[in-house]
């Protein structure tokens, strides 16, 4: 428990809405163990992007324990929170979320520079390379096709080393062939670099690359993925 990834306890979501309260998320336990492939599907509306927001601390916790990589969210102001996720969490969306007036290696060194690193640029053009994107470095986003953004968004996300890779329907506005491309490419990178990987997904056959499927149902975990091999392997670890 003290070694997980991540730690869910009791995570509650509520936010205001015109006709009151909606209780998005209604009391999430989850374990998820470092270097742990986990997909999650549900309905539409079931949660599955809340509970990926509150992982990735851009959504605080109405009620419940968040503890990412060992670092317990609650109480953390916003500045250390952001700082977190930048050196420790990957997140790659449906949408793919580039900034649009930032050339493709500008995308994915600009965070890096954040971060304090003086190869910044090196580094950025290195994983634009290892997506197949070297030749694209200095085109904007409008000028990539989907799949091309999506990789440079992996490259992204992959570009600080995260220990902790969140994928909200990342195939979603992909065609067939390019959704398999990048899937291909994520599993490498992850597999690559030992990284914990959520993924979100509507597609079974996707979810069933994961190691374990987690699935909610109203904002709530209705199977936790842990039948057979994986409950047992979770019963023995420390
Ligand atoms: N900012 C918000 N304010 C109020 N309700 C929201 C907000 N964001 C999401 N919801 C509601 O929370 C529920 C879960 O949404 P979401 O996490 O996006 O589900 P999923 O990703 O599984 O489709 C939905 O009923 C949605 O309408
Ligand atoms: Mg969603």
Same mark, same amino acid.
């Given at each position: 428990m003290g070694d997980a990834m991540i730690a869910l306890d009791g995570v509650e979501l509520t936010l205001p809405s015109s006709a009151g309260p909606v209780h998005i998320l209604r009391g999430l336990d989850l374990v998820v163990g470092r270097g742990e492939t986990v997909s999650v599907v549900g309905p539409?509306?079931?949660g599955k992007s809340s509970m990926m927001m509150v992982i990735a601390g851009l959504e605080r916790a109405t009620e419940g324990a968040v503890t990412v990589g060992g670092t317990r969210f609650n109480g953390l102001d916003e500045d250390s929170l952001a700082r977190f996720r930048r050196d420790s969490v990957g997140i790659v969306f449906q949408d793919f979320?580039?900034? /649009? @007036?930032?050339t493709a290696l500008e995308n994915v060194a600009i965070p890096l520079e954040f971060a304090g690193r003086d190869d910044a640029f090196e580094r950025a053009a290195a994983c634009l390379e290892s997506v197949g994107l070297g030749h694209r470095l200095t085109h904007y986003p409008g000028q990539l096709s989907g799949g091309e953004q999506q990789r440079t968004a992996l490259a992204r996300a992959f570009a600080a080393g995260p220990d902790l890779l969140l994928a909200d329907? /990342? @195939?979603?506005?992909?065609d067939g062939e390019t959704g398999h491309q990048i899937i291909d490419l994520l599993f490498g990178l992850q597999a690559e670099h030992g990284t914990t990987l959520v993924l979100i997904t509507h597609d079974p056959e996707l979810a069933a690359r994961c190691a374990r499927t987690v699935k909610l149902l109203d904002g709530l975990i209705i199977d936790h993925g842990l039948s057979g091999n994986g409950a047992a392997a979770q019963a023995a670890a420390p």
């Open positions: 539409s509306g079931s979320h580039l900034v /649009p @007036t930032m329907e /990342p @195939t979603g506005n992909l």
